[in-house]
């Protein structure tokens, strides 16, 4: 299941760029992810993946100029669990920083970004989004 939940995100992820609707591959990786964490709520990475669809997902919905709040919320408040069961898990930290980036909260980006780098410094990605965050910030 977190192969097909990743599947479908990837295929939502190529829809979205080539400008197609990818909500249906969203909803379904999101439903994988959910069956998933039903059968083991230990699941973190699971966690991580469906919110990260659902960031996705009210990305999409924020290009149509349709309202994302239901899915960033959703996404925000994974995120967020998986940070306080999960402090070490950089990844929750980016992509929450990311999220916070998108709802207008620079601060609190620059210092999720900043938590990622600290449990895992080796991650460029991290480094340029908050090279980036900090630079818009000023």
Do not use: F
Request: with cysteine; net charge positive; hydrophobic share 35%.
């Amino acid at each position: 299941l977190m192969k097909q939940g990743s599947a479908h995100k990837s295929l939502g992820a190529y829809r979205h760029k080539q400008k197609q609707d990818p909500s249906e591959e969203y909803l379904a990786a999101i439903a994988c992810y959910d069956r998933v964490i039903e059968v083991d709520r230990s699941q973190d990475d699971a966690v991580n993946n469906r919110a990260d669809a659902e960031r996705q997902l009210g990305d999409w919905e924020r290009s149509q100029d349709r309202d994302p709040t239901e899915w960033y919320a959703k996404a925000l408040a994974e995120y967020e669990g998986l940070v306080k069961r999960q402090p070490r898990m950089w990844q929750a930290q980016a992509n929450r920083g990311m999220l916070l980036e998108r709802l207008g909260r620079a601060e609190e980006a620059i210092e999720a970004y900043r938590a990622a780098l600290k449990v895992s410094p080796g991650q460029p990605g991290v480094k340029r989004l908050l090279d980036a965050a900090e630079k818009k910030a000023k």
